[in-house]
Nanobody, 123 residues
Framework: QVQLVESGGGLVQPGGSLRLSCTAS????????KGWFRQAPGKEREFVAA????????YYADFVKGRFTISRDNAKNTVYLQMNSLKPEDTAVYYC????????????????WGQGTQVTVSS
């Protein structure tokens, strides 16, 4: 079992930045791929970014390329999502995911989720 706790959400103006964190406990963290999804009201949960267990491969949805960066610190059991140049359409609840790499980017296959953190981009 892996327990995930997100933090770092909040209200930010368009063009601003936020950094989300997701801290894991339970199963050995270093051998698990991690991801971020988001879900806006009335919409399905969508993939945002993922990182493999060693941290040397990253994957992004097209709509965040060049603006968001995923990273991890295995010593701290934490994965981060640095979000820059935020837009109102980035407003959503952001969820951390953990699983094998072939599962962690597909919402229906992910077995471990955090509780979510709200990100609101508004002036």
């Amino acid at each position: 079992q892996v327990q995930l706790v997100e933090s770092g959400g909040g209200l930010v103006q368009p063009g601003g930045s936020l950094r989300l964190s997701c801290t894991a406990s339970g199963r050995t963290f270093s051998d698990v791929a991690k991801g971020w999804f988001r879900q806006a009201p009335g919409k399905e949960r969508e993939f945002v970014a993922a990182i493999n267990s060693s941290g040397d491969s990253t994957y992004y949805a097209d709509f965040v390329k060049g603006r968001f960066t995923i990273s991890r610190d295995n010593a701290k059991n934490t994965v981060y999502l640095q979000m820059n140049s935020l837009k109102p359409e980035d407003t959503a609840v952001y969820y951390c995911s953990a699983d094998t790499l072939n599962r962690v980017m597909i919402a229906l296959l992910v077995r471990y989720w955090g509780q979510g953190t709200q990100v609101t981009v508004s002036s």
